[in-house]
Structure formats: C-alpha cells, structure tokens
C-alpha cells in the first residue's frame, strides 16, 4: 500500500507542479505558444476546462479557477489513497 500511495503522491506533485507552470506562464507575453507552453496546454487544459466552465473570471479577468482545481486535485489524491486503505490493508 505505501508503495502505491507514493506513487500518487508523486504523480500528483508533478501535475501539481504542472499547473503551476502553466498558470506562471500565463503571465508572460506569447509563452503559451512556445513549444513548452503547447506542451503543458495539451496535458493541462482538459482538466482545468471544467473548473473553468463553472467559475467564472473575477471582475472579467483574474482567473481563480486553477486555485480551485488545484485543492481538487489534492483531495482528489487524498481521497484515493484513503479508500484504498480501506481495500488494501497494510
């Protein structure tokens, strides 16, 4: 079991950190289109688009749907790993 729960922990951390990347380049001009930036679209978009669908932009422009995603990611994990304690014993 741990070995698994430390397998999410560490996938989770890595898109956690995607995200953040991703979010950061958002503020530099044309970033997106970079060949890094396309990258991380790619990989980041389907999963920040319904949060985004849901919570609209703060005053027309600040973004807070990725702060959002990013606590249901954590929990997300959380709770896989929690139920899978219950499934796999120790």
Known sequence: MATIAGFLWTLERIYFFMLIAYVLLSW????????????????VEPYLAPFRRFIPPIGGM???????????LKYLVMGIIAILSFIIPA
Do not use: W, Y
């Open 28 to 43: 530099l001009p044309n970033a997106r289109e970079s060949f890094v930036g396309e990258l991380l679209g790619k990989l």
């Open 62 to 72: 600040i973004d807070i749907s990725p702060i959002v995603a990013l606590f249901a």
